[in-house]
Structure formats: structure tokens, C-alpha cells
């Protein structure tokens, strides 16, 4: 049988006092803490009250498509809030989930200015819907402020909800020959671009019309039928008319010019029956 010590024993006596020495000491800690985590709090709140740190400028850059309150409203930020209420990477995350927005950033200048920095996205043309629709060379498709229109790029009239990529649908085929064509007349050097078109009308059975913001290369077209597929070649086609059209030194306006076949040409002169004027052979 194992000899116990007795209870007024040293060894006892020293285990007791190591325990109590253990237990105080973990009550200082705990007290420490608690005495730091208040003392946290309470300059936590003092700088949220501090009208010191309240927020007096907030500057945005880059930003066209998205109006200055949409954008605060966006990133959850306002003039006059506490600094210390600002999250700048759950802002910068807010902006970016916005489909409009390619890049955002959002950074704290101290003590009370707030910087934010967008890259939109580029949009190529205006979609024609209630309200207007912007389309970027990805084929994103995004709205832009009420308030903003955007000057200087063709208008696309003539697409409709169903025609747009859904969640397991695919586009259709008037969405996508229209995508293509406004790539292929990205150029700003091309004869056709989107500094030199008014207007796109897509129809699902005729194709795609081009009607020209300017004369063309000194040659004043009112309509291109230019329909679907071979967007390039017909496009070099279109060129190569508007080229015989100077040589031959036409003035007269021309009301329209079809070169939805590659084999032909065929124009209407303002006022005049319409006339074949170049036929490409097979």
C-alpha cells in the first residue's frame, strides 16, 4: 500500500503554493486582457466620434460610365462618415462585382480622404433597349447612369432580350454576327469604324445595315447592306466600290449599296432605279 504524505506536509505545502501562484497568475492575465480590450474600445469609439477623422473629400478617377452618387452608392461610402467605418477591400470588392467595372481601388489618404480609381470597361456601341444597353469588345453587356450618354459610337437598333447570352443559353445568331462585325470595325483606321457609323440595324432575315455618320471617303452612302457572315471580305468589297466610285468620278449621292454578295455590287443612285455597278465572277 502506497505511503501518502501527510496534509501539513512540505510537499504538500509547496504543490498548494505552486497552484496558487498559477491561479493568480492567470487571473493578472485575464485581467490584463480585459483591461486592453477595454481600453481598445474605448479609443475605438473615441476616434469614431472624433469629427477629426470624418471623411471630407472622397476623389474618384476614371469613372464615365458610372455617375459620382451611383458610384458611392456602390461601394457603400458617403461624405462625412468616420473614416474608421471604411473597409477599403470590401469596397474595391463591391465596385468590382459591378459588370461595368473592370479594375476598381479603393485606399484610405489619412487622416480624412478617401481615393478611388476605376478602369471601366470600353463599350464599342449602344444597344437600343429600355433602357439602352452597353456591349465592350469581350461582349460583356452592361447599363451605364440615366444621367450619362456616351457620344461617338454607333447605335446597334434592332436586337431584342432573347437575342442576349443567357445562363445556359447560348446567343443567337443575329447577337453574335453583330459582335463580330463591331470587332472587325474596331479599326479606327479601317474604312468603316465606330467614329464613322451612326447606326447598325439588325434584322434576323436581311442581316446587318450600316447607315454612315460621314461621307466616305468623299462618297455620300446613305445605307450599307452589308447582312451577315464574311464581315471582312465585304468590307474590302465596300472599298474597292467606293475606290471604282472616284475613279470614275461619281458625285452623285447614293441612297444605298448592297455588297451582301461577294459576287456583286448593287447601288441606288439618289433618284435613280437601282444598277449593278461591279460583279465580281466566281
Not at 461621307?215 to 468589297?237: A, C, D, V, W
Request: charged fraction near 25%; include cysteine; glycine fraction near 6%.
Amino acid at each position: 500500500m502506497p505511503i501518502r504524505p501527510r496534509r501539513d506536509s512540505a510537499f504538500l505545502r509547496q504543490r498548494r503554493k505552486l497552484r496558487w501562484k498559477a491561479f493568480q497568475s492567470a487571473c493578472y492575465s485575464c485581467m490584463g486582457w480585459l483591461f486592453i480590450g477595454l481600453a481598445l474600445v474605448t479609443l475605438h469609439d473615441s476616434l469614431m466620434q472624433w469629427d477629426r477623422y470624418d471623411i471630407q473629400d472622397i476623389r474618384i478617377s476614371g469613372n464615365r460610365l458610372i455617375g459620382r452618387e451611383e458610384m458611392l452608392e456602390i461601394a457603400g461610402l458617403q461624405e462625412g462618415m468616420n473614416v474608421f467605418r471604411v473597409n477599403p477591400y470590401l469596397c474595391t470588392k463591391r465596385l468590382r462585382e459591378d459588370p461595368r467595372v473592370q479594375y476598381a481601388d479603393v485606399a484610405i489618404s489619412w487622416p480624412d480622404v478617401i481615393q478611388i480609381q476605376v478602369v471601366e470597361r470600353a463599350p464599342m456601341a449602344r444597344i437600343q433597349m429600355d433602357p439602352p444597353v452597353f456591349i465592350d469588345v469581350d461582349g460583356a453587356c452592361f447599363r451605364a447612369s440615366d444621367q450619362y450618354s456616351i457620344e461617338g459610337i454607333p447605335v446597334v437598333e434592332g436586337l431584342q432580350p432573347k437575342d442576349f447570352p443567357a445562363r445556359g443559353v447560348p446567343p443567337s445568331s443575329a447577337y453574335q454576327e453583330t459582335l463580330h462585325a463591331l470587332k472587325s470595325w474596331t479599326a479606327e483606321r479601317g474604312l468603316l469604324n465606330r467614329n464613322n457609323i451612326a447606326r447598325i440595324l439588325v434584322d434576323p432575315d436581311i442581316g446587318l445595315t450600316v447607315v454612315p455618320k460621314n461621307e466616305l471617303n468623299h462618297q455620300s452612302i446613305g445605307q450599307i447592306r452589308i447582312g451577315f457572315q464574311n464581315i471582312p471580305e465585304k468590307t474590302q468589297l465596300l472599298e474597292r466600290a467606293i475606290t471604282y466610285m472616284n475613279q470614275t468620278r461619281m458625285s452623285q449621292p447614293v441612297e444605298w449599296i448592297d455588297v451582301t454578295d461577294l459576287r456583286r455590287i448593287v447601288m441606288k443612285p439618289a433618284g435613280a432605279v437601282s444598277a449593278e455597278v461591279v460583279r465580281k465572277e466566281k
